[in-house]
């Protein structure tokens, strides 16, 4: 099945930036998205940004649109989430998901239309 592995948080100043990256194995279907989550305790899950397979859809929510960038790098089956003008409210546990398919695939922000799950990787943003 599919892994997902993320790494890059840490902590950082208000205003800094910091780049995250997911890297997806055991893909057995020709198209794919991966996506971005966060989560800190007591608070839903939230969506952040996603891309798929191509590269070429990408969706962001409103609150982090303008400041972070999702990107992919197929050749290294790896998505990027570089944030920047981080500010204390982006404090979370940071997920990649990932979704594959057969057919068209559809970019989202929703937790059920991903199927595997990474770890996580904790970024903390200072005031």
């Known amino acids: 099945d599919v892994r997902l592995v993320e790494s890059g948080g840490g902590l950082v100043q208000a205003g800094g930036s910091l780049k995250l990256s997911c890297r997806a194995s055991?893909?057995?279907?020709?198209?794919?998205?991966i996506g971005w989550f966060r989560q800190v305790p007591g608070k839903e899950r939230e969506g952040v940004a996603c891309?798929?397979?191509?590269?070429?859809?990408?969706i962001y929510a409103h609150y982090v649109k303008g400041r972070f960038i999702i990107s992919s790098d197929n050749a290294k089956t790896t998505v990027y989430l570089q944030m920047n003008s981080l500010e204390p409210e982006d404090t979370a546990l940071y997920y990649c998901?990932?979704?594959?398919?057969?057919?068209?695939?559809?970019?989202?922000?929703?937790?059920?239309?991903?199927?595997?799950w990474g770890q996580g990787t904790q970024v903390t943003v200072s005031s």
């Open positions: 998901a990932a979704y594959e398919d057969w057919g068209d695939i559809y970019i989202s922000l929703l937790d059920r239309d991903h199927s595997y």
């Open positions: 055991g893909f057995t279907r020709p198209n794919y998205k």
């Open positions: 891309i798929d397979s191509t590269g070429g859809h990408t």
